[in-house]
């Protein structure tokens, strides 16, 4: 049987992970379609721009997803049940309304890029630590104050975007010598927060 996939958003380097996924790959942006689909033939789901103010439940089922965009919808919070998502390699959480870093992603080691750009938390667990697979963290435009020390034993990481965020010069040099193989996007410096 075909795996279904319901795919909108895929970033350049994402084409890598599709290529290594073992089924064909089938498009469908209707949930309707997929939600009542073999849970295991489905490895990517997409809720972008649907206003959602909670997922819904059945999106449970799909515990072989390794891709899930939920951007750009009206999220407060993520169901404890995405932390189930153990095969989970690309999660798009951006443009919702966080008021906290999601802590069920502390238990989500296999995620490989993670966007919560234009959230509202101001902070980032030390327990990002976990994610020892990933290699992008888009913090674009959150209100981020401090980053967790924790965040150096992440050996895999390449890239985290914290433009749209007024950090201090220091700031940015101490972070940039602390993580020398990661590549920083930042704004430029100002001595603006406190």
């Known amino acids: 049987m075909k795996a279904l ?13 599709c290529a290594q996924l073992e089924s064909k790959i089938d498009v469908t942006f209707d949930w309707e379609a997929v939600k ?13 721009k649907q206003k959602l103010r ?16 939920i951007e750009k919808n009206r999220l407060v ?3 404890d049940f995405i932390a189930d998502f153990n095969q989970l390699q690309e999660l ?14 502390c238990r989500m080691s296999s995620i490989k890029i993670l966007i919560l750009n234009r959230n509202n938390f101001e902070s980032i667990p030390a327990c ?13 435009d959150c209100p981020i104050r401090k980053i967790p020390d924790s965040l150096e034993s992440l050996q895999e990481l390449e ?5 749209g965020i007024r950090f201090s010069e220091d700031f940015q040099e101490y972070w940039k010598k602390k993580l020398p193989n990661v590549k920083w996007e930042f704004d430029a410096p100002c001595d603006c927060m406190d």
Request: glycine fraction near 2%.
């Open 5 to 17: 996939f319901a795919i909108i958003f895929l970033l350049s380097f994402n084409l890598n992970l």
């Open 36 to 48: 009542n689909a073999d849970p295991d033939t489905v490895f990517a789901i997409t809720f972008a």
């Open 54 to 69: 909670e997922l819904p439940v059945e999106l449970s089922r799909f515990k072989k997803l390794r891709i899930l965009n």
């Open 77 to 79: 919070a993520l169901p």
């Open 92 to 105: 798009n959480v951006g443009k919702n309304k966080l008021e906290t870093f999601p802590i069920q992603l």
């Open 128 to 140: 990002i630590s976990v994610l020892k697979e990933l290699k992008y963290l888009d913090l674009y």
């Open 159 to 163: 890239e985290i975007d914290l433009s």
